[in-house]
């Protein structure tokens, strides 16, 4: 059985305040029994995100890592300094790095990797654009995302990532893909994965994200190949992010 997963990405957004909201509202929460909850905010907040939450069942990701260790890299973060205030998580391959910072299937590869040397769970993020879509092309340009990641890993590297669709079209725009279309193109993930093995096919944690919000997330969690979400926008409410997690027991 695959753990849900709900995953709040706020993006280049969040305040202190929002922090203290969460951790208010999840000392206090009944979440269903069994589901894994991550906040996933800019790097500055991490550490005041960390102590917030630690009287919460909520915990920590961030939204990229540099693949090296330490060393000249201005500007950026290194999976052993998340590691060390305590995120479990990180984020790689999300449209908005692969479009606004030309990141390659092979720089989303070394982050992903870096993760795994690092002990973080790394959320890969795929996704077709609305041309691709509209020319047919959605579960190939899927597919090779994924390919080119799960051909360049061991496979007991392939078991330790979880995978979120985030069709492009639908990220921020309020155009949720509806819960067949989620369905199809992530069993067609799980399918593909089966062709390297069939039990990791069978625990592969999938996401689906793109305006999921607290009116339709229920309907999505519930297609048989959605083991959870990555929300953006409506993590920043802490009711709506609270609501969502409620519909993923
Ligand atoms: P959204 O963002 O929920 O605002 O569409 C999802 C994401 O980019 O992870």
Same mark, same amino acid.
């Given at each position: 059985?695959?753990?849900?997963?709900?995953?709040?990405?706020?993006?280049?957004?969040?305040?202190?305040?929002?922090?203290?909201?969460?951790?208010?509202?999840?000392?206090?929460?009944?979440?269903?029994?069994?589901? &894994?909850?991550?906040?996933?905010?800019?790097? *500055?907040?991490?550490?005041?995100?960390?102590?917030?939450?630690?009287?919460? *069942?909520?915990?920590?990701?961030?939204?990229?890592?540099?693949?090296?260790?330490?060393?000249?890299?201005?500007?950026?973060?290194?999976?052993?300094?998340?590691?060390?205030?305590?995120?479990?998580?990180?984020?790689?391959?999300?449209?908005?790095?692969?479009?606004? %910072?030309?990141?390659?299937?092979?720089?989303?590869?070394?982050?992903?990797?870096?993760?795994?040397?690092?002990?973080?769970?790394?959320?890969?993020?795929?996704?077709?654009?609305?041309?691709?879509?509209?020319?047919?092309?959605?579960?190939?340009?899927?597919?090779?995302?994924?390919? %080119?990641?799960?051909?360049?890993?061991?496979?007991?590297?392939?078991?330790?990532?979880?995978?979120?669709?985030? *069709?492009?079209?639908?990220?921020?725009?309020?155009?949720?893909?509806?819960?067949?279309?989620?369905?199809?193109?992530?069993?067609?993930?799980?399918?593909?994965?089966?062709?390297?093995?069939?039990?990791?096919?069978?625990?592969?944690?999938?996401? %689906?994200?793109?305006?999921?919000?607290?009116?339709?997330?229920?309907?999505?969690?519930?297609?048989?190949?959605? &083991?959870?979400?990555?929300?953006?926008?409506?993590?920043?409410?802490?009711?709506?992010?609270?609501?969502?997690?409620?519909?993923?027991?």
């Amino acid at each position: 059985m695959r753990t849900p997963l709900i995953a709040g990405n706020w993006k280049m957004n969040g305040s202190a305040a929002l922090i203290e909201s969460f951790g208010k509202t999840f000392a206090s929460a009944a979440l269903p029994a069994n589901i &894994d909850v991550v906040v996933i905010p800019p790097f *500055p907040y991490l550490d005041a995100a960390r102590h917030a939450f630690s009287n919460t *069942p909520l915990q920590l990701g961030a939204q990229t890592l540099n693949p090296h260790h330490s060393g000249a890299h201005t500007g950026e973060v290194s999976g052993s300094m998340l590691k060390e205030f305590g995120v479990a998580y990180v984020l790689v391959g999300h449209s908005e790095r692969r479009q606004l %910072y030309r990141e390659s299937d092979e720089q989303v590869f070394d982050r992903l990797l870096a993760a795994l040397d690092t002990g973080l769970t790394p959320i890969l993020c795929v996704g077709e654009t609305l041309e691709e879509r509209d020319a047919g092309r959605t579960m190939d340009v899927v597919l090779r995302q994924v390919g %080119y990641i799960m051909a360049r890993l061991a496979p007991e590297q392939r078991l330790q990532i979880v995978i979120a669709y985030e *069709p492009v079209w639908a990220i921020g725009t309020g155009r949720t893909a509806t819960p067949e279309q989620a369905q199809e193109v992530m069993a067609g993930i799980r399918a593909y994965q089966a062709g390297f093995d069939a039990s990791l096919a069978e625990q592969l944690k999938l996401l %689906y994200g793109g305006s999921m919000n607290a009116s339709n997330a229920a309907e999505l969690l519930a297609q048989p190949d959605i &083991d959870g979400g990555l929300v953006g926008g409506a993590s920043l409410k802490t009711d709506d992010f609270y609501a969502i997690c409620q519909s993923a027991g």
